[in-house]
């Protein structure tokens, strides 16, 4: 076969979308032999899947995304300005989130609700300070910044979600370098409160006997070291 168990013909992408839409999200990063097998196929209106030595007619529509100017791209060399052309027919342009601050707490509100369902918890909403600070944030990673902080919040609040449950990093600094999987040192509870990682580690074990992670890799277990700092392994 033509790849690691290739036993039995399984349609691509483009067959799969025929007489429909494919969408290639962050085309930007496709690689320059990638751009020109796309090309090839938006011209001819043709293909030959991996492993056959026939084309394959196809006819679709092609719609792509991508968070980085492709004209920007194109004047650099990083991107085909055939194909550029190609694809720029009719271009949309969705304003950065903090160019549309309408939609924050909207969105803010729609992330908490499903974080709730996805681990059955009961976080009612956000506090007022809360809420004047994901108005006031920059948001450099956008829609998907926003959903991974207030994932976090829901997991580390109690009944709301308060402004010191927010991750928010300040963009204009670089945010300092720490290990990936593991941690030296662990912060001191303030003024006789619980700290972050006192709190981390009671939302974790009691989520523990409910995680279920899918995926080829199996599951994740999460250990504790001798100083009670979870490690994910």
Known sequence: GAFTGAERKKPGKFTLAAQGTLFLDEIANFPHAMQAKV???LQDRRFYPLGGTQPVEVDIRILTATNVPLREKVLASEFRRDLYHRLNEFEIRVPALRERKVDILHLARRFLRLTNAELEKHVLG?????EEALLGHSWPGNVRELRNVVRRAVLVAGGEVKL??????????????RPADTVDQVPEPLDGKKSLWDMVREEVADLEPRARVAGGAGAERLERDDRGVGRLE
């Open 164 to 177: 010191e449950d927010l991750a928010l990093l300040d963009d204009r600094r670089p945010a300092p370098a």
């Open 126 to 130: 956000f506090s007022a300070a809360a």
């Open 39 to 41: 090309l090839r196929a």
